[in-house]
């Protein structure tokens, strides 16, 4: 039976917990382009890695996972040598994956302000018909209010009845997200947007910045409802010296 690439994804991310080789073979290694840069390029590099993995009993919950054409996205609740939270990004070419991006994330013990954790929620998308519309918002919300910062159009793209957040940092509602992003001493700086990825009422935004003046990449997942949005999770990835990469694909 051939798997879909949700299956083929999932597959491939459980084999951290058991190193099983086989689980690696849903990559083309005559094109795989790996860009987390402490992360060999091929699959033969996946292989150790999840051999390496294996050896210290990691877990690996995969808590959401998506399709938006050639790409696969999915939402992860890592527990191996770090506890980590983690997006996980890959494109595929002719039923193999060639391609691969991720951020994580270390994952607090305890909730947020609002009592949220960074990845619980709903989980299946909906309104499969509303995938570019709800694309486009996000991109719009992305350049005005998140690189240009214009906060006297942050209602006209977020629910202020039912905004969810489980960035650990924050709080849920309207005011509480207004009261962050206003704040002159901002921890989170965002400067572009490289790609959207959507299915349904989801949409994955990775977009590369600063936090605490440290260059990142910044990966945000949203969930819209009736043409806002309404829930909100992320995470933020400090990007390595460049001494430190062990490909040269760079991390977007």
């Given at each position: 039976m051939i798997l879909n690439k949700k299956a083929q994804i999932s597959k491939l991310l459980k084999g951290i917990e058991t190193g099983d080789p086989e689980s690696v073979t849903v990559v083309n290694e005559e094109k795989y382009i790996q860009h987390n840069p402490l992360t060999?390029?091929?699959?033969?590099?996946?292989?150790?890695?999840?051999k390496r993995l294996s050896k210290t009993s990691p877990r690996v919950n995969i808590v959401r996972v998506f399709e938006d054409g050639d790409y696969v996205f999915a939402h992860t609740d890592y527990d191996f040598n770090v506890?980590?939270?983690?997006?996980?990004?890959f494109r595929f070419e002719d039923g193999l994956a060639v391609e691969h991006w991720d951020n994580l994330q270390g994952k607090p013990s305890d909730l947020?302000?609002?009592?949220?954790s960074m990845i619980d929620g709903p989980t299946e998308a909906t309104d499969l018909d509303r995938t570019e519309a709800n694309r486009?918002?996000?991109?719009s919300f992305f350049d005005e209010v998140l690189v240009r910062g214009r906060?006297?159009?942050l209602e006209h793209y977020v629910d202020a009845e039912e905004y969810t957040e489980h960035d650990f940092y924050m709080a849920d509602g309207l005011q509480a997200l207004h009261a962050e992003l206003s704040?002159?001493?901002?921890?989170?700086?965002y400067d572009r947007c490289h790609r959207l990825l959507a299915e349904g009422s989801f949409v994955l935004s990775v977009g590369e910045g600063s936090f605490d003046g440290v260059h990142s990449s910044l990966y945000d997942l949203f969930r819209i409802?009736?043409?806002?949005?309404?829930?909100?999770?992320?995470?933020?990835?400090?990007v390595p010296p460049r001494s430190e990469w062990k490909n040269d694909n760079g991390k977007f």
């Amino acid at each position: 039976m051939i798997l879909n690439k949700k299956a083929q994804i999932s597959k491939l991310l459980k084999g951290i917990e058991t190193g099983d080789p086989e689980s690696v073979t849903v990559v083309n290694e005559e094109k795989y382009i790996q860009h987390n840069p402490l992360t060999h390029t091929g699959n033969t590099g996946l292989a150790e890695l999840f051999k390496r993995l294996s050896k210290t009993s990691p877990r690996v919950n995969i808590v959401r996972v998506f399709e938006d054409g050639d790409y696969v996205f999915a939402h992860t609740d890592y527990d191996f040598n770090v506890v980590e939270i983690g997006f996980e990004v890959f494109r595929f070419e002719d039923g193999l994956a060639v391609e691969h991006w991720d951020n994580l994330q270390g994952k607090p013990s305890d909730l947020n302000l609002s009592g949220h954790s960074m990845i619980d929620g709903p989980t299946e998308a909906t309104d499969l018909d509303r995938t570019e519309a709800n694309r486009d918002l996000i991109r719009s919300f992305f350049d005005e209010v998140l690189v240009r910062g214009r906060l006297d159009r942050l209602e006209h793209y977020v629910d202020a009845e039912e905004y969810t957040e489980h960035d650990f940092y924050m709080a849920d509602g309207l005011q509480a997200l207004h009261a962050e992003l206003s704040s002159k001493g901002r921890a989170k700086k965002y400067d572009r947007c490289h790609r959207l990825l959507a299915e349904g009422s989801f949409v994955l935004s990775v977009g590369e910045g600063s936090f605490d003046g440290v260059h990142s990449s910044l990966y945000d997942l949203f969930r819209i409802a009736g043409g806002k949005v309404v829930e909100h999770w992320d995470t933020v990835d400090a990007v390595p010296p460049r001494s430190e990469w062990k490909n040269d694909n760079g991390k977007f």
